[in-house]
């Protein structure tokens, strides 16, 4: 798991993102719309399960969800959407992979750049560092609810994993983005499974003491902004720096 994934978890634990539900919300109905767009069976699309999955986890009411697949399928208007990848550089140069669903093209990049160039970071073309990521189904399960890891690790990859990193809590596997929805359903009776697709680095970039914490000052900002869904970052930060760093922001 990359390092901002890590992160986000502290900041889940610590309650830091209690009070931007609402943004929250207006994240997650962009993402089931154009998860939606797919089609709007969520057994039949993986990705719009998880889209839904994360909107009931955040307390989203039914209606709202319902709202926004419709919007998805066509069923109802809305705004034009946009979902695009911008790539850049932060701080020691540590790659990133920022996620937009955005209904205005210009005003986006324009903001990415800004938070970018703010925080000591710079957006680069495309293909500068999609390259140092592979595309991955990441499903996560709590290591107390796992008895017998040897058997567990065996009952994941029988159904589909390519990885299992016990170091991890939760437990995190890994597979082929079209392996999601095969591995989740094979797992979910037993365990409490949460399931999404993400980018692994390849080649990761050390960081301690200031150039962290001005990582994630960085990734920070850049979650404030509506338009930004995800990023992924190839940095590698030990956990408890990440513990440091969470309890002086």
Not at 160 to 174: L, N
Not at 225 to 236: H, I, S
Request: no cysteine.
């Amino acid at each position: 798991m990359s390092g901002h994934n890590k992160w986000s978890n502290i900041q889940h634990r610590k309650g830091a993102q209690d009070a931007k539900k609402s943004k929250i919300f207006t994240k997650l109905i962009r993402e089931l719309t154009v998860a939606a767009r797919e089609g709007g069976d969520p057994e039949s699309n993986a990705r719009l399960r998880s889209a839904i999955e994360k909107a009931r986890d955040a307390n989203m009411p039914k209606d709202k969800i319902e709202t926004a697949i419709k919007k998805g399928t066509g069923e109802l208007g809305g705004e034009e959407l946009f979902e695009l990848m911008y790539e850049g550089y932060g701080p020691e140069g540590v790659a990133l992979i920022i996620s937009v669903v955005t209904n205005n093209k210009n005003r986006s990049a324009q903001e990415v750049r800004h938070i970018l160039s703010k925080h000591g970071g710079s957006l680069a073309e495309s293909g500068a560092v999609a390259w140092n990521f592979e595309k991955k189904a990441l499903i996560t399960i709590p290591k107390e609810e796992i008895a017998d890891m040897d058997e567990f690790m065996m009952e994941a990859i029988e159904a589909g994993a390519e990885d299992v990193d016990d170091s991890t809590d939760p437990v995190e596997i890994t597979a082929a983005p079209d392996a999601l929805g095969t591995v989740r359903d094979a797992l979910k009776d037993k365990y409490t499974v949460k399931a999404d697709l993400t980018y692994n680095p390849k080649t990761t970039v050390k960081l301690t003491g200031s150039p962290a914490e001005k990582l994630f000052k960085l990734l920070n900002a850049l979650e404030e902004n509506d338009d930004v869904q995800n990023v992924y970052g190839n940095e590698d930060i030990d956990d408890e720096e990440m513990e440091r760093i969470a309890e002086n922001m």
